[in-house]
């Protein structure tokens, strides 16, 4: 009888938990957008909004809200500084954000380890490739054959790829910028550069087939994990010559980890973000999310808000000496 009344009382009280719980969580959830409409970001969120509403506690309408600005840089200071801390406000922002801090870009107002990680969508994990017809065909060979490859901005992942391979692992890969990833692969088919840095697997074989056709040749891919099908393509962090290059260029090519996430204002209370991370890590693994992901062509890859919390914790690990080194190979100076 005793225990029968305990088991009840137990019961009764997870029951008048869960129920205040979804009783306190805000009923209106804005998911702020660091870009504007129309680009993969903002088709990330949107599609994951009504999934997110649909398995948050109280089933909040989830409203997605663009906030362009210096790369998300306005929206990551926005969400650090001035945002709700009760999970009424979340947001994606550039993969690169984590990054910055370790450039010491100028304008940053936040410290990423600090911000609730909530999970990630998917990576987007860049290649290096080269046409069929480009002097180099593989990552070795570009190390005494000089490749074109066309690429972004400064400080964007294209460019710094190229900076930092050769850099630290010889190659010699001549960057010629203000290409977006588009324009890039339309480069590389009419002969203006041999290649590009900031091709995705999905795009190149899943769209074009240029790797099974032999019109391109994969070189070098980013992220922590060979993707499958090209297996003996290497990792950036696997051509460094020394340990700390090696850890350099796994730093660089770690954005891509991040790829499109979600992530909360610092200071969140513990049952807040952890709601808010449970609720995505269902999102993500509706029957009916996955469905629609495969109808408008969205890659599903995601990792959890605390797997992603470890990543960016890392970046406070590195030693001074690294971060020097990081801040000289990509031509920033104090005060930039």
């Known amino acids: 009888m005793i225990a029968r009344t305990a088991a009840l009382a137990l019961a009764a009280s997870l029951a008048a938990a869960a129920a205040e719980a979804q009783d306190s969580f805000p009923s209106r959830v804005t998911l702020v957008i660091g870009y504007e409409a129309g680009g993969g970001y903002d088709q990330y969120a949107r599609f994951l909004a009504p999934f997110l509403s649909k398995h948050l506690p109280g089933h909040p309408s989830v409203v997605p809200q663009n906030m362009p600005g210096a790369g998300s840089l306005k929206a990551a200071n926005y969400l650090f ?29 936040f410290q990423a380890r600090r911000f609730g990680w909530i999970g990630r969508i998917s990576d987007a994990v860049s290649m290096i ?24 901005g400064a400080l964007s992942g294209s460019v710094l790829y190229v900076q930092f391979l050769n850099a630290l692992a010889g190659t ?44 391109a040749r994969i070189l070098v891919q980013a992220g922590i994990d060979r993707i499958k099908e ?12 020394s340990e700390e290059d090696r850890t350099i260029l796994k730093v660089i090519s770690s954005s891509d980890v991040i790829g499109r996430s979600l992530l ?39 990792l959890t808000g605390e797997q992603l919390s470890a990543i960016v914790g890392d970046y406070d690990k590195l030693s001074p ?16």
Do not use: C
């Open 129 to 152: 490739g080269v046409w069929h017809t480009a002097p180099a065909q593989t990552i070795e060979e570009t190390k005494t054959k000089e490749v074109t490859i066309a690429v972004g």
């Open 264 to 302: 909360a204002p610092p200071d969140l209370p513990p049952q807040r973000l952890a709601a808010l991370r449970r609720g995505f890590d269902a999102a993500i693994s509706d029957p009916e999310a996955r469905a629609q992901a495969a109808r408008m062509k969205v890659d599903l890859n995601p």
């Open 172 to 215: 010699k890969l001549k960057p010629i910028e203000g290409y977006s990833s588009n324009l890039a692969r339309l480069a590389m088919e009419r002969g203006e550069v041999d290649g590009s840095s900031s091709l995705l697997w999905s795009v190149v074989e899943g769209e074009y087939h240029w790797v099974s056709d032999k019109k």
């Open 321 to 336: 000496a690294v971060v020097e080194k990081i801040r000289q190979i990509a031509g920033i100076k104090p005060g930039d």
């Open 81 to 109: 500084n001035s945002a709700a801390k009760d999970g009424s406000v979340i947001a994606t922002v550039g993969q690169g954000v984590p990054q910055m801090q370790v450039f010491g870009q100028k304008g940053i107002q």
């Open 230 to 241: 090209i297996a003996d393509v290497p990792l950036i962090q696997e051509l460094g010559k």
